[in-house]
Structures are given as structure tokens and as C-alpha cells.
């Protein structure tokens, strides 16, 4: 590079173009060329120092993208910014000392592989933030990517990839003076290898999505959105008058159906965390169950699923589980975010959520952090999800499987519900904490991946909006309004079979992980021997 300035225009440049799909609808596409400019910057770059200019393109990606967590946690924002970049910065740090010991193009695969196999990964860990996953890009061009019911989101990620080294290959080719010198069908494999890569899986797309008919028996759905301010819930409002305006909202909506016996059968939905009256010993004692138990003894055919920061009560000298908070002498409470379901028939299901956030629902490694938090007082969060995950069901004994808030970031797991059975699912959450930011917009959006790659209608319920009913080709049908209360009314289906990602899992994150370890081998055999290419030093 000759000038600092334009240095400086690609490392932004990048940052930009990968920024742009999570915050506007339909520019998913401008992922498959974002990370060309900081490839080229490094390629380019002489001497060391280069760290800090990958390292502040990713905080900036991060920045612009998810900012809007500091809304709820200034703290956790900024650290959720810098280490989520720090990993990224890792990943290409790795790369940059791959280019020592491999020559030509096997560097740039070993990129590619690193970044997913890191990608996989951290869906699975206990401190996890999958959020910008490469794949996540096309989650508001859902066009472009009908085939994630065979790959997943991390097919995705690995388009991303394979589009932007291509580009770059071309870009190499021209800039350092090899194009000249290829002949007429060198230059044309080239093209054609290039393209087949930008467009091939658009003419994939295009065809799984001509291809599908969506399929199932319809359902009705009554989605309520209450929009209480969850700064200010229990500060200005009971539970019993919350109980009263989504009962108010509830019964208008099902004026017509009354007392009708023969009327079709209908769901009905509630918010995450709307109950906080819900003792899992004693669930029917609960104020609001029983509240809602008088009101749907109206309404046959009904069944009402909502969400409840729930309380398991335990008893012991010591305390019983690390997690477990004192209430009294011998008495212990261990908290959950929790959905329910049930009809007027009294019956009563339960589902933990398994993916909290952390910090917020979850407190890490507790072995490691409970004493530290015990020490600070206690101020992360100690919910106790289920380790496995599990379908409510309806009145007729349909499975459903219901995604609490964060849960429907995560594709692989949300694939479960569909293995046990699940013929529909939904997605109760509380979008509100991170106020009028791209940050609900994105939560939404990642929905519609999980309806393409299951192939399930979605209903979804936010306190605050955007509720929304979603189809199975991703596409959203119907949405309400950002905080407004209102009642969202509509058919989903309910639809049996797997998709091929169902199915088989993620085929791709596997098979990345199994060539990054391979290739992490062959690399470390090579440092220890001392063979070097002399291509790029950090």
C-alpha cells in the first residue's frame, strides 16, 4: 500500500460491507465480497503491526452491528464488542502465521476453515455470542439461501467465504501481474470458476425455493403483544393488572369464539417472562395460572402458551446446587426463564430454557465464577436451563417446539425440537431491553433462518414487538408494529417430516472442523521442523 489513508479505506471498507446485511433488509449479497478489501490490505501489508488493523476492522464490524447491547448492559456491551473481535482477530492471526509454513493457496483455505471451525464452536460453549456469524448475513435476503435446509447457517458462512477468496484470487491475479500472462482459457476457467461460486448458489436457491410447496394441517393463532416497558414492569404495574390488560387484549381478539364448542382450535401466545408468579412445586397454585386457567374455561379449543421467570423451591441444611440462592435457613430457590402451556382442562407443561445469556441468565463455569459472583454480591444471573431440549404440545397432543428469546439464534439446536417431533414452532421473547435498534430487527431475522432450515411455520410473540408470523420459506407473512399493544392474528401449519439439516446436523461445521484440525497439525509439524515460506510475519 502506498498511502496510510487508503490503508485505512480498506480496513473501513470491510468493516462496512460486513456491517451492512445485519442492518439493512435485502443487502445480504454485499457479504460475499466484504472481507476482499481486508485480505488484499494484508496481502499488501509489509513489516509487522499488522494485528491492529485486522483486530480494529473486527471491533469495528462488531461495533456497528451490535452496539445496541450496551442499551441493556454498558459493561457487557463493550466487552461483548471487544472480545468477540479479539477471537476474530485469533482466527486471522493464525492465518497470518499460516502464510510463514504454507505457500499458495493453502493458507487461505486454512482461513476459511479456522473461521468456521470457530464458528461451530462457540455455538456450543457455555460464554457464547453467535450473533455474527457469517452466515447470519442473508438472514433478511432469505432468497439467496432456500438451501440452508440443507446446510444450515454455516453453509452460509462457507459461501461467504469461498465467494470473497475467490474474488480475491481474481484481484491477485490482475494486481500482481499474473492475468496477462495466462492464456484465453486460463482466463476464461477463471471467470467461470469465479461466478460459479458468486451465483451457483443463487441458481440453488432459486430452484430448492420453485421446488418447495409448503405443506400441513392450518392452525390458528392469537399472538399478544402487551408492550411492557421491562425497566419499568413490576414498578408500575402488579402482576395481577398485567394478568387483567393481556386478558382485556386476549378476550377482544376471541369475541367471536366464546363459548363456541365447535370452533376450530386455536393458540393462543404470551411474551417471555410474562408471569413472575410461577412456583415449578406448585405450578397450579400460581396466581396467574390460576387467572388464566378462569379465563379460558370460555374459550374451548384453546391452548395458551406463555412465558414465566419461574422458581424451583428446594430444601437442605447446605446449599444444594452451586447455583442455588438462600432465601431462608434451609430454604433455596434456583431460577429459570420457563414456558408453559395449557388449555382449560388444567393440564400444565413446562419447558426451561437451555441457552441463557451470559451474565444476564447465567452465571459460567460455576465452579469457577458462583464464588466470585457470591463475593460481589451477586450480580449475574443463576437460571437453571434443562440439558436436554423438550416439545410442549398442544391440546390434541401435537408437538410444538417453543425457542425462548436467544434459543432461536441457535440453528443446530433449534433442529431438536423437529427431531422429537415438533410440527410447528415458536419463539416467545422480550426485545425491549435493547430499545428502537437494529437489535430486535436482527432477533427477527434470524427466525426466518430457523424456519427455512426446519421447515416449520413460526409464530413469534415479543412483549414489545416485532411479533410475526413466518412461513416455511423463511419469509415473514405478517408483523406487528415496534411497541405498540396490539394482537396479531393468523394460520400456521403444522407440518411433519426433517429436512436433510435436521436430519444429518451440520454437516458443514463438522467437516470444517475435522480440515482445520488437520491442517493445524500439518502447521505445527512444519514450525517445529522450521520450514518457511518467508511470506508474511506479524
Same mark, same amino acid.
Given at each position: #500500500? ?54 480494529? @476492522? ?29 477471537? #476474530? ?246 431460577? /429459570? ?5 395449557? *388449555? ?35 450480580? #449475574? ?11 410442549? /404440545?398442544?391440546? *390434541? ?56 432450515? @426446519? ?35 393468523? @394460520? ?47
Amino acid at each position: #500500500m502506498k498511502t496510510r489513508t487508503q490503508q485505512w479505506l480498506l480496513a473501513v471498507g470491510s468493516a462496512l460491507l460486513l456491517s451492512l446485511p445485519f442492518l439493512l433488509p435485502q443487502a445480504g449479497a454485499l457479504a460475499l465480497c466484504a472481507l476482499v478489501p481486508l485480505l488484499w490490505l494484508e496481502r499488501t501489508w509489509q513489516g509487522r503491526g499488522f494485528f491492529w488493523w485486522h483486530y480494529g @476492522t473486527f471491533v469495528l464490524w462488531n461495533a456497528l452491528t451490535t452496539f445496541w447491547v450496551c442499551n441493556a448492559t454498558v459493561g457487557g456491551g463493550i466487552f461483548a464488542i471487544l472480545a468477540n473481535a479479539l477471537q #476474530m482477530s485469533v482466527i486471522f492471526a493464525l492465518f497470518r502465521w499460516s502464510r510463514r509454513h504454507f505457500s499458495g493457496s493453502v493458507p487461505y483455505l486454512f482461513l476459511a476453515v479456522a473461521w468456521i471451525a470457530w464458528e461451530r464452536w462457540y455455538f456450543g460453549t457455555q460464554i457464547s455470542w453467535p450473533w455474527l456469524v457469517l452466515g447470519n448475513a442473508f438472514a433478511r435476503t432469505t432468497a439467496l439461501v432456500q438451501w440452508y435446509e440443507y446446510t444450515g447457517t454455516l453453509g452460509g458462512s462457507l459461501w461467504v467465504w469461498a465467494s470473497n477468496l475467490a474474488l480475491l484470487g481474481l484481484l491477485c491475479a490482475w494486481k500482481e501481474g499474473r492475468w496477462p500472462r495466462w492464456n484465453g482459457k486460463a482466463r476464461a476457467a477463471a471467470l467461470v470458476g469465479a461466478l460459479l461460486v458468486l451465483l451457483g448458489p443463487v441458481a440453488a436457491s432459486l430452484a430448492v425455493g420453485a421446488r418447495y410447496e409448503e405443506t400441513g394441517t392450518p392452525r390458528e393463532v392469537c399472538i399478544v403483544q402487551p408492550n411492557f416497558d421491562p425497566y419499568q414492569k413490576f414498578q408500575s404495574l402488579t402482576q395481577a393488572q398485567q394478568n387483567a390488560i393481556f386478558i382485556d387484549q386476549a378476550a377482544r381478539a376471541l369475541a367471536s369464539r366464546k363459548g363456541d364448542s365447535t370452533a376450530a382450535p386455536l393458540l393462543l401466545l404470551a411474551p417471555e417472562t410474562f408471569a413472575n408468579d410461577v412456583v415449578t412445586n406448585f405450578v397450579p397454585e400460581g396466581r396467574t395460572f390460576r387467572r388464566f386457567q378462569d379465563f379460558l374455561q370460555d374459550y374451548p379449543g384453546v391452548d395458551l402458551l406463555f412465558g414465566a421467570s419461574s422458581w424451583t423451591y428446594l430444601f437442605s441444611d447446605e446449599r444444594p446446587t452451586r447455583t442455588a440462592r438462600e432465601l431462608g435457613e434451609g430454604q433455596w430457590a434456583e431460577a /429459570h426463564n420457563s414456558a408453559l402451556m395449557t *388449555d382449560r382442562s388444567g393440564r400444565w407443561e413446562i419447558f426451561h430454557k437451555s441457552k441463557l445469556v451470559v451474565g444476564v441468565e447465567l452465571t459460567p463455569y460455576p465452579a469457577l465464577f458462583v464464588p466470585i459472583d457470591d463475593a460481589l454480591g451477586g450480580v #449475574m444471573g443463576r437460571c437453571i436451563g434443562q440439558p436436554e431440549v423438550s416439545n410442549l /404440545h398442544l391440546g *390434541d397432543g401435537t408437538p410444538l417446539g417453543c425457542a425462548v428469546c436467544y434459543e432461536s439464534v441457535y440453528g443446530e439446536y433449534c433442529t431438536e425440537y423437529v427431531r422429537r417431533g415438533a410440527q410447528a414452532l415458536c419463539v416467545i421473547t422480550n426485545d425491549a431491553w435493547w430499545g428502537n435498534t437494529p437489535g430486535y430487527k436482527q432477533h427477527l431475522s434470524y427466525a426466518c433462518l430457523r424456519a427455512i432450515e @426446519t421447515r416449520r411455520d413460526i409464530a413469534r410473540c415479543a412483549n414489545t414487538g416485532i411479533s410475526a408470523l413466518i412461513d416455511q420459506r423463511g419469509r415473514v407473512v405478517a408483523r406487528t408494529p415496534w411497541w405498540e399493544s396490539t394482537v396479531l392474528t393468523g @394460520t400456521i401449519r403444522l407440518r411433519e417430516g426433517e429436512t436433510f439439516f435436521v436430519r444429518n446436523g451440520d454437516i458443514v461445521g463438522r467437516l470444517c472442523v475435522f480440515l482445520f484440525l488437520l491442517l493445524l497439525l500439518a502447521l505445527g509439524v512444519k514450525a517445529i521442523r522450521g520450514e518457511k515460506t518467508g511470506d508474511c510475519s506479524e
